[in-house]
T-cell receptor, first 110, second 110 residues
């Protein structure tokens, strides 16, 4: 079955440093979605990427979808303490059932 | 407009018992998916309901079953509970690509 791998598992940064998490799927995806889950909370949708090579920005967050539609990345510029949480990528093969990666837990030290 | 609501929020059951979890989707959403999230892991897809029928199923045993009602609300049933079923159970509703998650039900099996 489809597998989605995500690295790193955990990252601890100083406030103001950049952060990147990477996601790789074993199969070609229809689209990829990114979610953020705060400690004790539920996943909250951040963005969806659909097109090969697509790049989208949301303020300090930059999302990329690979040319082969099998990998993706999320980059946060100048992290803030409000960025703390676990970031998940989730692959969709076209039937709206999401396969989540294992997540990257981000800790930001003030 | 209420988002996705789940009940109960917490539940403690004994091994071998049966449990029913409930989910009301976001207004206007017709598709409900259930996910199991073990501690420190990403959500794992259990199954998806659309038009009162199970449309897709993940790699979960038959002990996990569900139902969707005409008003699109849904139930997840788990029979013969095992210790390993302890997890956060998330319901997500969709109308399009973005999945809206409920707060989840924290199930503890003792």
């Amino acid at each position: 079955g489809q597998q989605v791998m995500q690295i790193p598992q955990y990252q601890h940064v100083q406030e103001g440093e950049d952060f990147t998490t990477y996601c790789n799927s074993s199969t070609t995806l229809s689209n990829i979605q990114w979610y953020k889950q705060r400690p004790g909370g539920h996943p909250v949708f951040l963005i969806q990427l659909v097109k090969s090579g697509e790049v989208k920005k949301q303020k300090r967050l930059t999302f990329q979808f690979g040319e082969a539609k099998k990998n993706s990345s999320l980059h946060i510029t100048a992290t803030q303490t409000t960025d703390v949480g676990t970031y998940f990528c989730a692959g969709d093969t076209g039937r709206r059932a999401l396969t989540f990666g294992s997540g990257t837990r981000l800790q930001v030290q003030p | 407009d209420a988002g996705v609501t789940q009940s109960p929020t917490h539940l403690i059951k004994t091994r071998g018992q049966q449990v029913t979890l409930r989910c009301s989707p976001k207004s206007g959403h017709d598709t409900v998916s259930w996910y199991q999230q073990a501690l420190g892991q990403g959500p794992q897809f259990i199954f998806q309901y659309y038009e009162e029928e199970e449309r897709q199923r993940g790699n979960f045993p038959d002990r996990f079953s569900g139902h969707q009602f005409p008003n699109y609300s849904s139930e997840l049933n788990v029979n013969a509970l095992l210790l390993g079923d302890s997890a956060l159970y998330l319901c997500a509703s969709t109308q399009g690509s973005e999945a809206f998650f409920g707060q989840g039900t924290r199930l503890t099996v003792v």
